[in-house]
């Protein structure tokens, strides 16, 4: 992947005019200053693609960006306390209705927690979601630039008490001031993408034997989670 030949494609305030997905899509997903924007910024070697903000809660609409063949959607940051009622309804609505979107081929959510912190009551409530949800997803612990050594040690003893599954759940420190994580994220991206394309395929397959299964009551096709060789929660139908 040319994670240099990325562009800015469209923007969407509201879910009615979010078009189905046309191909894999990889959204990042976190509260309100937690670095969301400078950390697309940063994998994708722009300075300022994705718009920074200096007052938090400014991105308030999911933004679009194309890269080789893939879409990734920087969701707008929940949790900025000082904002009405109504708009944080319009963000959890956003953000709710794009996850829950069956017509998204979601590849992978990258769920942002800063690492400094305990991760507040909004990611807790998002990392379960995505658990319950069966989506794939892992967590990049940011601004780990900010911790020193024995600081670090601590925070990821803490996060195992205070994230569910956390050792299950591949985790990245990243840093968009030292470059820590960049080339892990990347990675992640890539594997992702083409995973998320054989396992359709696969998929397809199987629908074909379920189909052709469909008399026999020992088919059972119900999805169910698992993790995967590569630390990935996956849903994966039994065969
Ligand atoms: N030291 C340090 N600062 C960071 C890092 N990542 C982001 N920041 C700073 O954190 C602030 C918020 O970053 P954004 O990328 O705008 O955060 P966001 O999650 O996109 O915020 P919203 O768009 O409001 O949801 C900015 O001042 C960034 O410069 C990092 O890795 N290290
Ligand atoms: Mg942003």
């Avoid at 900010?146 to 803490?158: D, G, P, V, Y």
């Avoid at 205070?162 to 892990?184: K, L």
């Avoid at 199987?206 to 469909?214: G, L, Q, S, V, W």
Wanted: negative net charge; aromatic residues 8%; charged residues 30%.
């Amino acid at each position: 992947m040319n994670f240099s030949n990325a562009q800015f494609v469209t923007s969407f305030g509201k879910l009615s005019q979010l078009p189905p997905s046309d191909r894999p899509e990889i959204c990042f997903s976190g509260r309100s200053n937690v670095g969301k924007s400078t950390l697309i910024n940063k994998i994708l070697n722009r300075k300022s693609l994705a718009r920074v903000s200096s007052v938090p809660g400014k991105t308030v609409t999911i933004n679009f960006f194309s890269l080789d063949g893939i879409y990734l959607a920087d969701l707008p940051g929940y949790g900025y306390a000082k904002v009405s009622k109504g708009e944080k309804r319009a963000w959890s609505g956003l953000i709710g209705g794009y996850l829950a979107d069956e017509r998204r081929q979601l590849a992978l959510v990258i769920q942002l927690v800063d690492m400094r912190h305990a991760p507040s009551k909004d990611d807790l409530q998002m990392i379960n979601y995505l658990i319950d949800s069966e989506l794939p997803f892992i967590i990049v612990l940011t601004k780990a630039d900010k911790l020193n050594k024995s600081e670090r040690a601590s925070r990821m003893q803490a996060f195992t008490e205070e994230i569910p599954c956390f050792e299950d759940i591949v985790t990245v420190p990243f840093s968009a001031v030292t470059g820590e994580g960049v080339e892990e994220v990347r990675a992640i991206i890539e594997d992702a993408s083409a995973e998320f394309e054989a396992y359709e395929d696969e998929d397809e397959e199987a629908e074909d034997e379920f189909a052709e299964d469909i008399t026999d009551e020992s088919a059972d096709n119900a999805p169910r989670p698992c993790v995967d060789d590569s630390g990935f929660l996956i849903p994966r139908r039994d065969k």
